[in-house]
């Protein structure tokens, strides 16, 4: 059986790997989340013990992942001492154990055996992890629209390609999905497939989750630290919304891109790296390059292929199957649409795209009585159907939205955070909105 422990402490890391490999077991071990992560992919461990208190991606993070990526893997998650909550915790986000701090060896070793009598499936698990590893699969990807079908020729042609690649749609498109997709269809499939989110990591934090760090770069980096950047070293990474990166790590980037070496912060020498960058963005990154918003040369570097992926509004006849699709993946009974319920779906606008259709199919299946969805179990926006009164009410709208948008971002000095919470939005919108309204920050 392949062990993996998760653990960001070094002796209790050596200790459990030297017990657990005299015991004959294959151990791997992993300083924190994210490498954990990748090793996970790599070497598909029957079973992981993960320290709940890890810096960085924490160990109820980890859990989800490792359980999102096979279902059958076992977790032992390892709490401190007398934290009873956490121990429920834990459980509940689906670990099959849980052990408490200090770790009592003949006790573990009693809870492996009797996970691996549990698990004269051991090959099942490792076929599942395999074939789950790189997240969803490609027949998974809906589209038999024309304007889809094109997408997704063209996301197969560019898939071979060491070549940059830049995603473009509004958000809920499923450019990720693409993303995915392509890494899946690319020379190097089995490699990692790293993500970073451009507009959730907080400025100060972006160097050296991209690039890492050495110990004692900075305060609190009391440990060396690999970025996202090295761990995706050989295959993908996927920097989404990379259109909020700051102006300095977008130099950073060029640079790494350029050269193919990357830098650690505070160490002393470059590192080479063969990963391959997927870019994706809900803005008009070309207008921003125009403008001096976003470096242009970067804009170039990130854009030598591009994959375009349409709003779902203007390819509606995609919406039944998508229904469907969802359906399927959400319903717990056999699920169908009324034709009434199938037209108001179809001729909604989705600003959100197909995760807004994805989200109304759930909240209408925990709405629903019985196994047909009808209107009434549609949110108020759907069941209205298309506003008749477009035109000049449409425009006072959206000047007043603008408004403001405007005014709640420069109240709040442009943290998006802070004013989406004034506004009563998620960021996400807020984020679409700007960019429906070309709404940025001025310079100073
Ligand atoms: N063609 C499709 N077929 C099936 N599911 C889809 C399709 N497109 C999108 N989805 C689903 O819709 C959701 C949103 O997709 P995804 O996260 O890829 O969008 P995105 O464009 O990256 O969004 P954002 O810009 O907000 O990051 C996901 O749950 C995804 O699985």
Request: glycine share 8%.
């Amino acid at each position: 059986m392949k062990i993996l422990i998760a653990d960001d402490e070094p002796m209790q890391r050596e200790l459990l790997a030297g017990f657990l490999l005299k015991q004959g077991y294959a151990v791997s071990t992993a300083a924190d989340g994210e490498e954990a992560l990748v090793l996970f992919q790599r070497e598909h461990p029957q079973l992981a013990l993960i320290d709940h208190r890890m810096p960085g991606l924490m160990g109820d993070a980890l859990l989800v992942e490792i359980k999102a990526r096979n279902p059958l893997a076992r977790v032992i998650m390892i709490t401190a001492y007398g934290e009873v909550g956490t121990a429920v915790t834990v459980m509940k986000a689906g670990a099959d154990d849980f052990l408490e701090k200090p770790i009592d060896l003949t006790q573990l070793l009693e809870k492996i055996q009797q996970i691996e009598q549990d698990l004269d499936i051991a090959d099942d698990v490792a076929e599942v992890a395999e074939t789950l590893a790189a997240g969803p699969l490609p027949m998974e990807i809906i589209g038999s629209s024309p304007s889809m079908q094109e997408t997704l020729s063209v996301a197969r042609r560019v898939a071979d390609s060491p070549w940059s690649v830049l995603i473009q749609g509004e958000t809920g498109t499923g450019k990720e999905l693409i993303a995915r997709l392509i890494h899946l269809l690319g020379p190097t499939p089995d490699a990692p497939f790293v993500e970073v989110n451009c507009a959730a990591i907080p400025e100060n934090l972006f160097e050296s989750e991209l690039f890492g760090h050495e110990k004692g770069a900075f305060t609190g980096a009391d440990r060396q630290r690999r970025g996202r950047f090295e761990l995706a070293r050989g295959g993908t990474l996927f920097l989404d919304e990379v259109g909020e990166l700051p102006p300095l790590l977008q130099s950073k980037l060029l640079r790494a891109l350029q050269e193919k070496r990357i830098h650690r912060v505070g160490g002393e020498r470059d590192i080479a790296v063969d990963t391959r960058v997927i870019a994706a963005t809900n803005r008009d990154l070309r207008a921003m390059a125009e403008t001096g918003a976003f470096r242009e040369d970067l804009f170039f570097r990130l854009n030598v292929l591009d994959v375009e992926l349409p709003p779902l509004r203007r390819r509606r006849e995609d919406i039944p199957e998508l229904v469907a699709h969802f359906l399927k993946r959400y319903a717990r009974r056999p699920t169908r649409v009324g034709l009434e319920t199938m037209d108001l779906l179809v001729r909604h606008d989705y600003p959100g795209n197909v995760r807004e259709l994805e989200h109304i199919i759930q909240r209408s299946l925990t709405l629903a009585r019985g196994t047909v969805l009808q209107p009434k179990d549609l949110p108020e926006e759907v069941r209205q159907g298309p506003q008749v009164h477009q035109g000049a009410l449409q425009e006072r709208l959206d000047a007043m939205e603008r408004e403001m948008l405007s005014a709640a971002l420069a109240q709040v000095d442009w943290v998006q955070t802070q004013a989406a919470e004034r506004l009563g939005i998620s960021e996400r919108v807020l984020r679409y909105k700007m960019g429906k309204h070309g709404l940025q920050r001025p310079k100073d």
